[in-house]
């Protein structure tokens, strides 16, 4: 099974992905935790929430590390931030869904409103879709773009991820705000 977590920045993806695991491991499930390498905002080694709150995760460069993982028996595989991942995040999840349970949370759009990485794909393949919204910075409405406030903000982290087109602007609070589609396109 395929579970997809998205919206925009500051919707509470990572949380409801940490919610998700934290009862994995409350039922005893055998889980495995992975992050792409680039989202190192908080920490390198963990999954975190804007909130603070976390889970141990492993750190990857892309898909191929997780390919290791279709012949081990765990009950739960859990993706943050699957954006960053190459187009080979899509058929992995693809294999892995298919003897155990996976769940995926990444931007489903970047900044500029475009389908962000394999996130499409990843969509369009899930049993099991949650898109959660944030509250517009603006004017209040439930918001479901991320904004990019200013990319030459002192310590922005500018990387390009192995897959991805262009560079990816890695920022928290600093750098982006979550905006409705309005207030988003008042701000282009």
Same mark, same amino acid.
């Given at each position: 099974?395929?579970e ?8 509470g993806?990572?949380?409801?992905? *940490?919610?998700?695991i934290?009862r994995?491991?409350? @039922? $005893?499930? &055998? %889980? =495995? /935790?992975?992050k792409?390498? !680039? #989202?190192d ?12 709150r976390?889970v ?13 993982w279709?012949?081990t ?5 859990a993706?943050d ?7 080979? *995040?899509?058929?992995?999840?693809r294999?892995?869904a @298919? $003897?155990? &349970? %996976? =769940? /995926?949370?990444?931007?489903? !759009? #970047? ?17 099991k ?8 910075v603006?004017?209040g ?12 903000v ?19 609070a600093e750098?982006?705000e ?11």
């Amino acid at each position: 099974m395929l579970e997809v977590i998205c919206g925009p920045m500051f919707s509470g993806k990572s949380e409801e992905l *940490i919610r998700r695991i934290r009862r994995a491991e409350i @039922a $005893k499930q &055998r %889980v =495995v /935790v992975f992050k792409h390498a !680039l #989202d190192d905002r908080y920490c390198s080694e963990r999954v975190m929430s804007h909130l603070a709150r976390g889970v141990q995760a492993q750190p990857l460069q892309g898909s191929r590390g997780l390919s290791e993982w279709t012949k081990t028996d765990v009950d739960l595989i859990a993706i943050d931030e699957a954006q960053f991942f190459d187009d080979g *995040i899509v058929g992995v999840c693809r294999e892995l869904a @298919a $003897k155990t &349970r %996976v =769940v /995926v949370a990444g931007l489903d !759009l #970047d900044a500029k409103g475009e389908p962000f990485g394999p996130m499409p794909a990843l969509l369009a393949l899930a049993d099991k879709v949650v898109k959660l919204t944030a509250v517009c910075v603006q004017c209040g409405e439930d918001a479901t773009r991320s904004f990019q406030t200013d990319g030459r903000v002192t310590g922005m982290i500018t990387a390009s991820a192995e897959g991805l087109a262009g560079n990816i602007q890695v920022g928290a609070a600093e750098a982006y705000e979550a905006r409705c589609s309005r207030c988003w396109r008042s701000g282009q």
